[in-house]
């Protein structure tokens, strides 16, 4: 196993989380944000997965399964008008008195996206902790993951009660697992807890993402880039704000409950 809580300064490394610059990159932004409506019309459709247009899975390394069908998507529509420059006639050429703008007139219903299941491209395998296991933690500490129900391919995973769930296209399955399961031991899910949920969000939110900073750190499974990421989230939901020491706490906390649960004996051969 990669470490123990006594291995590893969490300290230090709660510091480095909270100071050294992160980058999410397009981490969230992966995907096209539809709105609430077309998240309706989707679901009409029976679709509860991750949902792009052909050209965006293409650019995520999917290719559309030959024989699918387009889903249903609504599109804005919009047409150009000419728009009279502010310049004075001296100081523009001929050709550039007008520009042309987009006006937007209406909307109107294409098919033009699909579904994650319509797709196909290679898959990730997870690899193997030595001496931790994911189903021994989840198990011990009472937790279910259940399939990813969204359209919005930009939410890595959810959480509720003692389930949680994971995109079958985030970008970093190992750390969202360890985020959703941070909040569910944190106690942010609890049925009690949305309303502190949506006054603190903030500060939940790095409450969680840091279990999982200090979960991956401990197990030998951080590397740069989702370390960048990770601070840059958690910088993200502080807005410069400093957490206070009991939630800082409550994080230890939680960390050395995941890493305990998942502990496993290596097996010895005779």
């Known amino acids: 196993m990669a470490g123990t809580p006594n291995d590893l300064d969490w300290s230090k490394l709660m510091e480095e989380a909270l100071t050294v610059p992160g980058?999410?990159?397009r981490t969230y932004r992966r995907f096209h944000?539809?709105?609430?409506?077309n998240q309706m019309l989707f679901h009409m459709q029976g679709m509860h997965e991750p949902v792009a247009s052909y050209s965006r899975w293409k650019a995520l390394g999917r290719q559309v399964v030959r024989g699918s069908k387009a889903k249903e998507?609504?599109?804005?529509?919009k047409v150009n008008v000419n728009?009279?420059?502010?310049?004075t006639?001296?100081?523009e050429p001929v050709a550039k008195k007008r520009e042309r703008v987009a006006r937007l007139v209406g909307f109107k219903v294409v098919k033009a996206v699909f579904g994650l299941s319509d797709t196909e491209g290679p898959e990730i395998p997870e690899a193997p902790i030595p001496g931790w296991d994911l189903q021994t933690a989840l198990g011990k500490l009472g937790i279910t993951e259940v399939p990813f129900q969204h359209t919005n391919g930009n939410i890595q995973?959810?959480?509720?009660?003692?389930?949680?769930?994971?995109?079958?296209v985030a970008k970093n399955r190992t750390k969202t697992v360890f985020h959703e399961v941070g909040h569910i031991v944190l106690g942010h899910t609890a049925e009690d807890q949305i309303q502190e949920y949506q006054m603190h969000r903030g500060l939940l939110e790095f409450q969680a993402e840091s279990t999982a900073y200090l979960?991956?750190?401990e197990l030998g499974v951080m590397d740069d880039e989702t370390a960048s990421i990770s601070r840059g989230y958690i910088a993200h939901w502080l807005h410069g704000e400093n957490p206070p020491d009991t939630a800082i706490r409550q994080v230890f906390s939680a960390a050395e409950r995941i890493l305990a649960a998942g502990r496993v004996e290596p097996e010895v051969s005779e």
């Open 215 to 217: 979960v991956m750190n």
């Open 83 to 87: 728009v009279p420059s502010e310049e």
């Open 157 to 168: 995973g959810h959480s509720n009660g003692m389930e949680f769930a994971v995109s079958p």
């Open 73 to 77: 998507v609504i599109v804005p529509v």
């Open 33 to 37: 944000s539809y709105s609430v409506a």
């Open 89 to 91: 006639p001296e100081q």
């Open 23 to 25: 980058d999410l990159g």
